[in-house]
């Protein structure tokens, strides 16, 4: 199998440098490409795509949250994990609400970094459960109300049985094997379940998945 293609955008050189280097060191990660802000890395990606960015969110000319949400809209679009220094930074919380498939902080361990990067690159959360619960919180705080909660349960009544069942599974973010194992089905079939969830709700990530379950109050 060929390494996955990754493409590293952050306005400090040295930032990019570091990942390039720590990245470097594992055979199945190859480092592409880099972009200093937004702009230039759907430009490159356009060009010559990549399996995934790694994005910063404050960056001049366009920040990460518009790349994302602009690379989101492209047919087959990559993978994106957005980097912050805050854990509750509201800019995290908004670049999931477009589409990233996750997030890592800047000073998050080396071996944990390239651990999220291959978990984002097979379908699986990067976020924990406790990472997760706090961003719903987060993002629901500001729209609360009987209103979001009808919207939600519109959307969720297309789903199956089965397909909520996982649906809530992935609220509580539980991973592809722990959901097989609970549902008693095979990780292929709970992929295919995934795969439908996100096309039925025209989410792009398990967190707008969560966040939908967690306003119909099915969390």
């Given at each position: 199998?060929?390494?996955?293609?990754?493409?590293?955008?952050?306005?400090?050189?040295?930032?990019?440098?570091?990942?390039?280097?720590?990245?470097?060191?594992?055979?199945?990660?190859?480092?592409?490409?880099?972009?200093?802000?937004?702009?230039?890395?759907?430009?490159?990606?356009?060009?010559?795509?990549?399996?995934?960015?790694?994005?910063?969110?404050?960056?001049?000319?366009?920040?990460?949250?518009?790349?994302?949400?602009?690379?989101?809209?492209?047919?087959?679009?990559?993978?994106?994990?957005?980097?912050?220094?805050?854990?509750?930074?509201?800019?995290?919380?908004?670049?999931?609400?477009?589409?990233?498939?996750?997030?890592?902080?800047?000073?998050t361990a080396p071996e944990d970094i390239v651990a999220a990067i291959k978990n984002v690159l097979q379908g699986?959360?990067?976020?924990?459960?406790?990472?997760?619960?706090?961003?719903?919180?987060?993002?629901?705080?500001?729209?609360?109300?009987?209103?979001?909660?009808?919207?939600?349960?519109?959307?969720?009544?297309?789903?199956?049985?089965?397909?909520?069942?996982?649906?809530?599974?992935?609220?509580?973010?539980?991973?592809?094997?722990?959901?097989?194992?609970?549902?008693?089905?095979?990780?292929?079939?709970?992929?295919?379940?995934?795969?439908?969830?996100?096309?039925?709700?025209?989410?792009?990530?398990?967190?707008?998945?969560?966040?939908?379950?967690?306003?119909?109050?099915?969390?």
């Amino acid at each position: 199998m060929s390494a996955a293609r990754i493409m590293i955008v952050d306005d400090d050189p040295l930032v990019r440098s570091g990942l390039r280097l720590l990245l470097g060191g594992d055979p199945a990660l190859d480092v592409v490409a880099e972009a200093g802000n937004g702009q230039q890395a759907i430009d490159r990606h356009a060009a010559d795509p990549v399996d995934m960015l790694l994005m910063d969110l404050r960056m001049p000319v366009m920040d990460g949250i518009t790349a994302t949400a602009r690379l989101k809209s492209i047919e087959d679009p990559p993978s994106v994990i957005v980097l912050t220094t805050f854990d509750a930074d509201d800019h995290v919380v908004r670049a999931l609400a477009v589409g990233a498939d996750g997030f890592l902080l800047k000073d998050t361990a080396p071996e944990d970094i390239v651990a999220a990067i291959k978990n984002v690159l097979q379908g699986l959360p990067v976020l924990s459960p406790s990472v997760t619960a706090a961003l719903i919180k987060q993002v629901v705080a500001g729209d609360g109300g009987a209103g979001r909660s009808t919207r939600a349960r519109d959307e969720l009544a297309a789903l199956t049985d089965r397909e909520r069942d996982v649906a809530i599974c992935l609220a509580r973010g539980a991973s592809n094997a722990e959901i097989a194992t609970e549902l008693y089905m095979s990780v292929a079939t709970v992929k295919a379940h995934i795969s439908h969830i996100f096309t039925k709700l025209g989410t792009a990530n398990r967190v707008q998945v969560a966040i939908l379950i967690h306003d119909a109050g099915l969390a």
